[in-house]
Every structure is written in structure tokens, then in C-alpha cells.
């Protein structure tokens, strides 16, 4: 066994220089969780999604609209599964609270 001090990363599999030896991503296909929709429609990164509520910013002093429509989103994990930036502030949504425009 090499010591895999130099790995190459692809898209969906990672390459030890030294070696050669592929592997597939798999913890990261594990741990990858599928994200809906207040209406069950998963959602991807790049997406554009529409608030389907108002909703209250840090204590309330600003809200965000319902029919907002945010584009571009980006999945992370989280309690916030939507990251995204909202009139030039960046910013997490729950998912439940969105569809996708
Ligand atoms: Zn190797």
C-alpha cells in the first residue's frame, strides 16, 4: 500500500497519484441528502426557488416577503438546508418555506 500523500480529486471518484488507484466518493454519496420543496420537489444547487411565506429576519426587524423569489441557491447541511443571498446578504432558508420557481 502507497500512503496516498497526493490524491486527485474528480468528479465523482478520487485517484491516488502515486499508485493509480480510483475510488468512488462514496462517503460523500452517503452522506448526500436530498433536499424538497415545501411541496416535495428536490431541489439542487443553482436552482431558482419563491418564498411561500413571510418570513421574519434576525428578531423580525426585516422580513422577507412571501413571493420573494431567490435565485441560485446552493444545498449545505445544516438546520438551514438553502444558502443563498437575498438582496446582496447571504443568507440560510429552510427549505420547507420555498418552492421552486
Ligand atoms: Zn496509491
Do not use: N
Not at 497519484?17 to 480510483?22: A, D, K, S
Request: with cysteine.
Amino acid at each position: 500500500m502507497c500512503e496516498m500523500t497526493e490524491i486527485l480529486e474528480h468528479a465523482e471518484r478520487f485517484e491516488c497519484v502515486t499508485c493509480g488507484h480510483e475510488w468512488e466518493k462514496e462517503s460523500e454519496a452517503a452522506g448526500a441528502r436530498v433536499v424538497k420543496d415545501a411541496f416535495g420537489t428536490v431541489l439542487a444547487d443553482g436552482d431558482s426557488v419563491t418564498l411561500i411565506k413571510d418570513l421574519k429576519l434576525r428578531g423580525g426587524s426585516q422580513v422577507l416577503k412571501g413571493g420573494t423569489k431567490v435565485k441560485s441557491i446552493r444545498l449545505v447541511d445544516g438546520d438551514h438546508e438553502i444558502s443563498c443571498k437575498i438582496e446582496g446578504s447571504a443568507m440560510g432558508l429552510k427549505a420547507c418555506f420555498v418552492k421552486k420557481a
